[in-house]
């Protein structure tokens, strides 16, 4: 197979697991919308983590809500909890970096407020740590994972959201989650402001 060929084999393969995972999925990323819209109505913040691409998602997203996704409209309250490299590597060296979203969960969260956990494996430690610290300060949870969920699956309860792509590949699990976190902002964007 060429390069020319196997690019194309990704696209389609990319494409064709959107395609069959959207029906699955859409309902799921419906309800983590309209729980995002009524955390941030109630005076709520998203706060999200995630490793490696999944970290970059966690800040992708705080961006869409913190600037803007598709048009002007009011500032929404979130923050990545992977930019802060201080804290970050303060955590790491002085505790584990097992604890490093945790940490930041006791600091920021509050009951109310909303976790969007991200792992493609859904088994990355410090993101388990972070689901379970935010459950015990009453916070829900949105996960993004794939792989079958992994740990972070097994803890997620009824009031929770949990977006789990069907399949095994990384690559292919990090390209529906970016498109989930961009049909949530949408959502939100229609939920808190309307149609445009």
């Known amino acids: 197979?060429?390069?020319?060929?196997?690019?194309?084999?990704?696209?389609l393969e990319s494409a064709q697991l959107k395609e069959a995972a959207a029906s699955k999925l859409a309902p799921l990323i419906a309800r983590a919308a309209h729980m995002l819209t009524e955390s941030l109505l109630a005076d709520g913040k998203v706060l999200a983590c995630g490793n490696g691409g999944s970290a970059a998602d966690a800040q992708h997203f705080a961006a869409e809500l913190v600037g803007r996704f598709e048009r002007e409209r009011p500032e929404l309250r979130a923050i990545a909890l992977t930019t802060d490299s201080s804290v970050l590597t303060a955590i790491a060296n002085d505790y584990s970096f097992d604890e490093v979203f945790a940490k930041q969960v006791r600091a920021w969260g509050t009951h109310g407020d909303i976790l969007l956990a991200?792992?493609?494996s859904g088994n990355a430690r410090n993101v388990v740590n972070a689901?379970?610290?935010?459950?015990?300060?009453?916070?829900?949870?949105?996960?993004?994972?794939?792989?079958?969920?992994?740990i972070v699956g097994s803890l997620l309860q009824e009031e929770d959201v949990h977006v789990c792509v069907p399949h095994d590949r990384t690559a292919r699990i990090q390209e529906v989650h970016l498109l989930t976190l961009h049909?949530?902002?949408?959502?939100?964007?229609?939920?808190?402001?309307?149609?445009?």
């Open 1 to 11: 197979m060429d390069l020319t060929d196997r690019i194309n084999a990704q696209f």
């Open 118 to 120: 991200i792992s493609t």
């Open 131 to 150: 689901v379970r610290e935010a459950k015990d300060r009453g916070m829900r949870i949105i996960a993004l994972t794939g792989k079958g969920g992994g």
């Open 183 to 196: 049909a949530m902002c949408d959502a939100m964007d229609i939920c808190l402001f309307g149609e445009i």
